[in-house]
């Protein structure tokens, strides 16, 4: 298994772009990757969009991102609909966004409008369980202690309690999805989040 260091070595990656579509996408595609970068770069830099949420989907999204992020000084966390301006206003080393083969047309967008304004950045693409069986064969892989896992998963429950009640958002069905990707990555704890890289240079 190749690897591919973040912050070490090389060039380091302290600015972080993450956009998601709704209030959880973030949360649940790349919430234990965000817990690794801030847990390990105490000097990152973060800006975290949310494009679509409003009323309680909106507190809901601020106050989760705030417990994720509750390590790192430079954060910014915005839910709002706008996109190029980012591109003014933030030069990021790093984003997380949707997956482009993601069957749900918001999340496409995202993706869409990511590789449209950020055409020189390494984009990582996150994925999002759902009842569409979208999941592919991801080709990069941040591995995650057990601990890790399970803080993501904590933090999901604790802060968003209007979705609650759909049978997918459980303790069990985001393990598992980690549990999964972790076994595909050789992890050394089992768990991973698991992402698609279209382009990268060495």
């Known amino acids: 298994m190749l690897r591919f260091l973040l912050g070490e070595g ?96 918001d999340h496409r967008l995202v993706s869409e409008l990511t590789w449209n304004t950020f055409r020189d950045h390494l984009v990582l693409e996150y994925e999002v369980p759902k009842y569409d069986g979208d999941l592919g064969a991801p080709n990069f892989f941040v591995h995650l202690t057990k601990e890790l896992a399970a803080r993501k998963v904590a933090i999901l429950l604790e802060h968003f309690g209007t979705q609650l009640d759909r049978r997918w958002f459980t303790e069990d069905l985001f393990l598992s999805m980690m ?21 990268a240079v060495l």
């Not at 549990?179 to 382009?199: Q, V």
Request: glycine share 6%; with cysteine.
């Open 10 to 105: 090389g060039s380091p990656r302290r600015r972080l772009l993450l956009l998601g579509s709704h209030s959880d996408d973030v949360e649940i595609g790349c919430g234990g990757t965000i817990l690794r970068l801030a847990e390990s770069s105490p000097d990152l830099e973060v800006i975290w969009v949310v494009l679509g949420a409003h009323g309680d989907r909106a507190n809901e999204a601020l106050k989760s991102a705030e417990a994720f992020l509750a390590a790192v000084d430079a954060r910014t966390v915005i839910v709002k609909d706008f996109f190029e301006e980012l591109k003014r206003d933030f030069a990021p080393d790093l984003i997380l966004t949707h997956q482009r083969h993601d069957l749900h047309q």
């Open 179 to 199: 549990r999964i990707r972790g076994m595909e990555s050789n992890a050394p704890e089992s768990y991973a989040e698991a992402f698609y890289c279209r382009k």
